[in-house]
């Protein structure tokens, strides 16, 4: 999952060029400008000398709010006054500094409860935010995993233990977390008196002592060596650490991954052992590993990291490593760690391939490893600026051509654009100038992922020297799959990507040998061989096996889901059933018609596709739910819309598994600074455009987001929003001439061809994060993007219920569909009656909500469980209670689209009606007209096919277009 997040970083990354043109002309007027532009752009001089400390007793009270003074019995150990600080509480602190200069600040804190988040402050000295980053500060808490000796699942391999926190007071330097920089961040104070003002972002906070600090000196290594030349190199000694057995970890979900390797330590060839540190759990900058080791005589040590670095090929990966919480020596700042394949090196830590000696007194150490991309920290920062200046010199050429090509023109761009080939040119030295810093981090003459700078540089220069050149070939400089932009883009994910996996850690006396970080061949081959034959009687989680004498559960989900599901199942549903269940993984729904058809099908599936049921169902292929007695009693606590698209006729076939959520994101910086207010109805968007249009910025609409064929989900909530309907009640056919429905579609359309709404956004989340589109209706998938790969806009942003239709008591109706999963029996079942027993234990609000709170803690904020049990939903605590509320209002506002056996050509028919109003021309009433015309027909081909109409298209029997309000009828 984490790797996928990178992945997905890097293709949103090269993404957002296509349509980011005029980012710099924008956000240079609305927003600070971040650090490394006041790095660059001003004279940082750090004071040498002057430690100012601001006691908590100090604070300005007529200047603070939501915070409170506490006793030092109050303090949870600090042993002085503290402030406790609530979510949104700000406080303000007057301080004489003795000269002006730039200085350090290293702050005291706890964080009291037991909360996902880190904690995140917004500082302003002296009334303003220095840079953008000053918005968003994070403070890491602290994470242990609950026990190190591992329960072991029906397959003998590892359970993944639960983290828990570990309340203790912290101190930390402010820093970035994009970076995490070797220097902590600067900031600049007068001389005499000054104010700072910390804001509470999140989580409730207890602060200590603030430091304003001079600079931070990190001796060098040799001066490090010479302080300690005195002391004794110790010959013979070998501490091993592994991997996984951490201390402390700053995320909860850093954890150990199950290999069996035989290379890795400790191994089992016929099962899974958590053995190693899993890479993909603390590659971000700023997240770290904590291990605790002894040591039984002083003296010098040697420190070695038996480690696998296989994702970055060009470029070394780079840590941080502090001993007994603090960095020794400089080296130590930025260690890199390069490309080792799939093999494992033992890496034994060196300055100038000189070994590191490292004292040691007696007793109990620390060690910590800490992601960092420091290093990459100006190459990152000009790279992007260079992809900015791209777009604007796009977006002055388009200017003048209107968006058009000719390459029998000569335009003589020159003369309306003067700068152009100096432009080109400042792009192309930067460029270089990045190359050669990487080239020389990387060590590398035939980098691959730097080939593609050399490549833009050329291409720059060749623009620069024939100007009208780049005109005609546009898509090459910014737009296409080539660009330039392109190729800078496709670096910058493995920038700031720092993933190594640690086998162990060796802390050695000087003479003594390690051991092999690879087994030899003939030891490999006989492992392989072990291996092979076991495969063939080894259980898997991915065999979609069915056993007689349990219930089978047949789930479409990952790996860790089905962990952490399986756990619960034996330890909560067996445990108060007595139900024996056998789960697996099914990683393709449409095999299970196949399966059912084999007699092979399970016997509850869960994790369903949204309309599956439906298609199932209307082939006999589905149990009807209806039938058990308490069917009525249990959807009571769904909402009865949830159930829209399951029913046919008076028979129900699914339960709500999880919902989608579609909300107003927008940038509270930008509409700030624009006086623009958050949008309550569509008409409030349209009077908002002409401003977003002035700074070359547009609204999101999920039509834009979904391709050629616009889905139901984008096309519908429309039509229910403006109070129109899809089918005619009997299902005959559909309700396009509705005048709600054509007054729906009419508006839809007028979006693009009166308001000039941009046809595609491919990736708003990109648009939304450079703020190119800092508005816009979007998903779930697009709230999960923001909360962990957009640090550099957190709190920056905010959530509001869907922009709708005001009715005619006044009231917005903000319909959108919400169900995403579901869970269903098969007919076939000869245990329905215990299927039906599951389905309604895993629906459950006490087991939804263990459930979403262990996949979190365990895997990470990426894993939100977002459960159709809205009781769950919201006592889960997997969203910002902030957030959900709003998420909760929206999910009042749930209207699915009813089915229909021919909903496809329906679909079909709806998105060709867009496309003909928006892209050719044509009338709405005439392109609403030809899809009344083709659905129709399709319906009654699929309605003779399902018996419901006869070979003359007489009605034998109405397909009843299901409602809400039917639903309620069943409610006990």
């Not at 303003?128 to 602290?142: D, F, G, M, S, T």
């Not at 983290?163 to 007068?190: D, G």
């Not at 190199?233 to 951490?246: F, N, P, R, S, T």
Request: charged share 25%; with cysteine.
């Amino acid at each position: 999952m984490k790797r996928l997040t990178a992945n997905v970083l890097s293709i949103v990354l090269v993404t957002a060029i296509i349509f980011s043109f005029g980012i710099n002309t924008a956000n240079a007027e609305i927003v600070e400008q971040d650090y490394y532009y006041m790095l660059s752009n001003t004279d940082v001089s750090l004071a040498k000398e002057g430690e100012t400390v601001i006691n908590p007793s100090e604070y300005s009270a007529g200047e603070s709010t939501g915070i409170e003074l506490r006793s030092e019995a109050e303090s949870h150990g600090y042993g002085d006054k503290v402030i406790y600080m609530s979510p949104n509480a700000a406080v303000t602190f007057n301080v004489n500094v003795p000269q002006t200069g730039f200085y350090h600040i290293i702050m005291d804190y706890f964080m009291p409860d037991a909360v996902m988040d880190n904690l995140s402050i917004s500082l302003k000295i002296n009334n303003e935010y220095q840079y953008y980053e000053c918005r968003n500060i994070k403070l890491p808490a602290v994470w242990k995993d609950s026990t190190k000796e591992y329960r072991q699942d029906e397959f003998g391999n590892d359970i993944f233990p639960s983290p828990e926190r570990v309340f203790r007071w912290q101190k930390a330097a402010l820093n970035t977390s994009k970076y995490n920089l070797s220097a902590p961040l600067v900031f600049k104070f007068n001389e005499g008196l000054n104010t700072i003002k910390i804001e509470n972002n999140q989580v409730p906070a207890i602060l200590g002592k603030i430091v304003i600090s001079p600079e931070i000196n990190i001796l060098p290594y040799a001066q490090y060596k010479e302080m300690h030349a005195d002391k004794p190199v110790i010959d013979k000694a070998l501490h091993i650490i592994e991997g996984e057995d951490y201390s402390e970890k700053s995320e909860s979900y850093i954890r150990g991954e199950k290999s069996n390797d035989h290379n890795v330590w400790p191994y089992d060839v016929s099962r899974k052992q958590i053995n190693y540190l899993d890479p993909e759990t603390w590659y971000k900058p700023g997240e770290s590993v904590t291990y605790t080791f002894d040591i039984e005589e002083d003296g010098l040590y040697n420190l070695h990291i038996k480690y696998r670095q296989s994702e970055k090929k060009d470029l070394p990966v780079f840590k941080r490593i502090y001993i007994d919480g603090e960095v020794l020596f400089k080296e130590l700042l930025n260690y890199p760690f390069v490309y080792t394949g799939e093999r494992y090196k033992n890496e034994t830590l060196t300055v100038d391939n000189e070994k590191v000696y490292i004292f040691l007194n007696k007793g109990t150490h620390t060690l910590t490893l800490e992601s960092t991309a420091s290093p990459y920290f100006e190459s990152n920062e000009n790279l992007l600026d260079v992809i900015d200046m791209i777009n604007d010199i796009a977006l002055q050429i388009k200017l003048v051509t209107g968006g058009k090509v000719d390459k029998e023109r000569d335009w003589d761009i020159i003369q309306y654009v003067p700068s152009l080939s100096d432009d080109l040119l400042k792009c192309a030295d930067i460029m270089t100038r990045e190359y050669e810093k990487l080239s020389d981090i990387s060590q590398k003459s035939d980098s691959y992922v730097l080939s593609s700078l050399k490549i833009g540089v050329d291409m720059l220069k060749e623009y620069a020297s024939n100007p009208d050149k780049a005109v005609n070939n546009l898509d090459r400089l910014y737009l296409g799959g080539d660009s330039v932009a392109q190729q800078i883009a496709a670096i910058l994910p493995e920038l700031l990507y720092q993933p190594i996996a640690v086998d162990r850690i060796y802390v050695s006396g000087d003479k003594e040998e390690l051991p092999s970080p690879m087994s030899n061949i003939f030891t490999s081959i006989a492992e392989s061989a072990k291996k092979f034959f076991l495969s063939f009687s080894s259980n898997r989680d991915i065999n979609q096996n069915v056993e007689k004498d349990k219930l089978n559960v047949w789930v479409i989900c990952s790996i860790p889901h089905m962990e952490v599901l399986r756990e619960l199942t034996q330890s909560s549903f067996v445990q108060k059933t007595g139900i024996e269940a056998n789960l697996s993984i099914m990683t393709d729904e449409q095999k299970l018609l196949l399966a059912n058809s084999a007699g092979r099908a399970p016997d509850v599936v869960l994790a369903g596709s949204s309309y599956r049921p439906f298609d199932f169902a209307l082939r006999g292929a589905l149990y009807d739910l209806r039938e058990f007695d308490d069917f009525g009693k249990f959807i009571s606590n769904f909402p009865s819309e949830m159930f829209v698209p399951f029913v046919i006729g008076d028979s129900c076939y699914a339960v709500p598994e999880t919902v989608n959520f579609y909300l107003l994101y927008y940038r509270k910086d930008i509409l700030e600074k624009l006086k623009l207010e958050v949008p309550d109805t569509w008409d409030d968007v349209v009077e908002m455009l002409p401003a977003l249009s002035r700074y070359g910025m547009s609204f999101n609409t999920l039509i834009a987001n979904v391709g050629a064929t616009k889905h139901f989900g984008a096309t519908v909530p429309f039509i229910q929003q403006f109070g129109g309907e899809v089918y005619l009640p009997d299902g005959s056919g559909v309700a396009f001439g509705n005048p709600n429905t054509l007054k729906a579609f009419t508006f839809m359309t007028d979006l693009y061809t009166k308001y000039s709404l941009p046809e595609n956004i491919s990736n708003f989340y990109n648009n939304f994060r450079y703020g190119v589109t800092p508005i816009g209706v979007s998903d779930l998938n697009t709230y999960i993007l923001l909360k962990n790969a957009a640090p550099e806009i957190a709190e920056q942003w905010g959530i509001a219920p869907s922009v709708g239709v005001a009715d005619e008591q006044g009231n917005v109706l903000r319909y959108q569909p919400s169900v995403s999963t579901s869970c269903f029996i098969m007919n076939s079942s000869k245990r329905p009656d215990e299927g039906w027993e599951y389905i309604k234990w895993w629906m459950s609000t006490e087991t939804q909500v263990s459930y979403a709170n262990e996949l979190q803690l365990r895997f990470g904020p990426e894993y939100i469980w977002n459960s159709a049990n809205l009781e769950a939903f919201a006592q889960a605590s997997v969203i910002d209670w902030n957030d959900k509320e709003v998420i909760m209002e929206q999910l009042r506002h749930t209207k699915e689209i009813p089915r229909n056996p021919a909903y496809f050509a329906v679909e079909r028919e709806l998105s060709n009606a867009w496309n003909k109003v928006v892209f050719n021309g044509v009338s709405p009433r005439i392109a609403i007209d030809q899809a009344i015309t083709l659905s129709d027909r399709e319906i009654r081909k699929k309605l003779k096919e399902f018996g419901y109409m006869d070979s003359k298209g007489n009605l034998i029997k109405p397909f009843e277009t299901i409602t809400a309000e039917k639903i309620d009828g069943w409610k006990e």
